[in-house]
């Protein structure tokens, strides 16, 4: 199946600082792609679709302006936690839609905020 | 308001067994559905697609059937080993861009 690749995999930071999370389409190109977070023993909650060229489009109660999507090209969305607190501490996944509507998933990050 | 509902939270079986796990939706019309298989620690990992108008689909020792009259699909692992065990998610899907919706999994544990 279509690899999708998450950088950094863990991730430790202080309160008020910047965190960027990359998700890349390794031998496909995805035009549309989605974050996820994930909170301990609970299911995916769907957090925004980013589209390339595009601005995202957020789930209700996720805060745009703290949560910055780029995707600037089919392989590649980015997602900024901005001055990022201890409850933003969490998993964050990535997938991109594939050619027949499969949906791969990254191996997300673990963002701890201290 | 859409709902996906898998069967239990938690299912252990014996290895060797066939394991059945079950998703069943309402006030939804999926065009397709898939099963996802999460590690703790990880992202979900893609096991199967199955359309509206397809019954059944099989990947070696795993069998989905969608059934769009019942509203249910069901996921089988034949001779099920204890590094089957793991969180399976059930995802439902419409055309175009709109994202997955997903249930909230049944951690299946193999015992040897």
């Known amino acids: 199946g279509a690899v999708v690749s998450q950088h950094p995999s863990r991730v430790i930071c202080k309160s008020g600082t910047s965190v960027k999370i990359e998700c890349r389409s390794l031998d496909f190109q995805a035009t549309t792609m989605f974050w996820y977070r994930q909170f301990p023993k609970q299911s995916l909650m769907l957090m925004a679709t980013s589209n390339e060229g595009s601005k995202a489009t957020y789930e209700q109660g996720v805060e745009k302006d703290k949560f910055l999507i780029n995707h600037a090209s089919l392989t590649l969305s980015t997602l900024t936690v901005t001055s990022a607190h201890p409850e933003d501490s969490s998993f964050y996944i990535c997938?991109?839609?594939?050619?027949?509507?499969?949906?791969?998933f990254g191996p997300g990050t673990r963002l701890t905020v201290l | 308001s859409q709902k996906i509902e898998q069967n239990s939270e938690a299912l252990n079986i014996q290895e060797g067994k066939t394991a059945t796990l079950t998703c069943n939706y309402t006030?939804?019309?999926?065009?397709?559905l898939q099963w996802y298989r999460q590690d703790p620690g990880r992202g979900p990992v893609f096991l199967l697609l199955?359309?509206?108008?397809?019954k059944e689909k099989r990947k070696e020792r795993l069998k989905v059937t969608f059934d769009t009259t019942l509203k249910q699909s069901l996921f089988h692992i034949t001779a099920s080993q204890p590094a089957d065990s793991a969180t399976y998610l059930c995802?439902?899907?419409?055309?175009?861009?709109?994202?997955?919706?997903f249930g909230k999994g049944t951690r299946l544990s193999v015992i040897a």
């Open positions: 997938s991109a839609k594939g050619l027949d509507n499969e949906q791969f």
């Open positions: 995802a439902l899907g419409a055309s175009g861009n709109t994202p997955l919706v």
């Open positions: 006030n939804y019309s999926p065009a397709y």
């Open positions: 199955i359309r509206e108008n397809e």
